[in-house]
């Protein structure tokens, strides 16, 4: 279209909705670094005024061909998910071509739920950390029905959108299964901390549903330590280790897993939640519940205890 009211840019590129002009995202602030990436808080400013919404985008920190393939994976991903309990896709920006590639979302104000319970830890009760936890379990249930597996799921990567209301917010290691297989396997190795991986992820690197039940099951205890730092997934395995060589880390592990070896029960969690957490990680992936029969069992634990 020529230059005119529109400007340099195309009427096409103005009209739609899902197109990000680098020219209108006024950088604010950093909000985090998730896996490869870093998130920022923008204003999409096209009148110039500061009236415009305000947003959270993702660009990748190295660009290699295969990080912005994966980036690309990543961004279709999240496109194809519409869930209250998952955060909202709202477009791309390209800049720069596809080296400028950026992700835009939409911004939830209150951060992610592993700072959130340790500010807000004397207030939190049991019964909104079990709605917390219920709504993640709804939300990895509609990502189950998309074939798709999570594979990162952590207090780190849920974000807060208020007091009652969480949403799942990074999807950098998601992997979409493919249709004659009901399990995923990675090349590259552990990218995110083992303490939150299924044995089998840890011996062969196999994901699949089964193993982002084991990874709930580890925010749950997350979630009821109120991710203390001390009592962190990391810092208890690494106390059942002893210092073993760094080296050994994942052998130790899973020596440790077969042995039958868990995270203990956190202080003051109801011995119904620790069981729930505990059947989330058996060794065996089929003996594992499903999130379709984890979220009544949680809505049972929710109502039988009002307070
Ligand atoms: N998940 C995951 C891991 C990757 N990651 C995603 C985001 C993200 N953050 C927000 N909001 C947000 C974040 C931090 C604060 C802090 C700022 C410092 N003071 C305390 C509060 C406040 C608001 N909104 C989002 C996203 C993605 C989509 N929408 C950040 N890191």
Same mark, same amino acid.
């Not at 990000?20 to 995202?25: M, P, S």
């Given at each position: 279209l020529r230059d005119g009211f529109w400007g340099h840019d195309s009427l096409a590129m103005s009209q739609d909705p899902e197109l990000?002009?680098?020219?209108?995202?006024k950088y604010i602030s950093?909000?985090?670094?998730?896996?490869?990436?870093?998130?920022e808080l923008c204003r999409y400013d096209p009148l110039g005024d500061s009236t415009g919404e305000l947003v959270a985008v993702?660009?990748?920190?190295?660009?290699?061909?295969?990080?912005?393939?994966?980036?690309?994976?990543?961004?279709?991903?999240?496109? !194809? $998910?519409?869930?209250?309990?998952i955060v909202q896709y709202r477009g791309v920006c390209y800049s720069r071509g596809m080296r400028g590639l950026r992700l835009v979302m939409e911004f939830l104000p209150n951060g992610c739920l592993r700072d959130y319970l340790q500010k807000n830890q004397p207030r939190l009760e049991h019964c909104t950390l079990l709605l917390y936890a219920w709504q993640i379990c709804k939300g990895m249930e509609y990502l189950g029905a998309q074939r798709c597996v999570h594979r990162d799921l952590a207090s780190r990567n849920i974000l807060v959108e208020s007091d009652s209301h969480v949403k799942i917010g990074d999807f950098g290691l998601a992997k979409l299964l493919p249709q004659d297989k009901d399990y995923y396997v990675v090349r590259e190795p552990g990218q995110s901390?083992?303490?939150?991986?299924?044995?089998? !992820?840890?011996?062969?690197?196999?994901? !699949?549903?089964?193993?982002?039940?084991?990874?709930?099951?580890?925010?749950?205890?997350?979630?009821?330590t109120y991710s203390s730092k001390s009592k962190s997934p990391s810092e208890e395995f690494l106390r059942m280790m002893g210092?073993?060589?760094?080296?050994?880390?994942?052998?130790?592990?899973?020596?440790? $897993?077969?042995?039958?070896?868990?995270?203990?029960?956190?202080?003051?969690?109801?011995?119904?939640?620790?069981?729930?957490?505990? !059947?989330?990680?058996?060794?065996?992936?089929?003996?594992?519940?499903?999130?379709?029969? $984890?979220?009544?069992?949680?809505?049972?634990?929710?109502?039988?205890r009002s307070k």
């Open positions: 990000f002009q680098e020219r209108h995202l950093l909000l985090g670094k998730g896996n490869f990436g870093s998130v993702k660009k990748l920190q190295q660009d290699s061909a295969k990080e912005i393939r994966d980036f690309e994976r990543e961004i279709q991903i999240l496109h !194809s $998910l519409q869930h209250d309990f901390p083992v303490f939150w991986y299924a044995p089998e !992820s840890l011996a062969d690197n196999i994901f !699949s549903c089964a193993s982002d039940t084991w990874s709930f099951g580890v925010l749950l205890y997350e979630l009821f210092t073993g060589k760094p080296a050994q880390i994942i052998c130790h592990l899973l020596e440790l $897993l077969k042995d039958n070896r868990r995270l203990p029960a956190p202080a003051g969690c109801p011995a119904e939640v620790y069981a729930l957490m505990m !059947s989330c990680w058996a060794f065996a992936p089929s003996a594992r519940p499903t999130f379709g029969q $984890l979220a009544p069992k949680i809505e049972a634990l929710r109502d039988g």
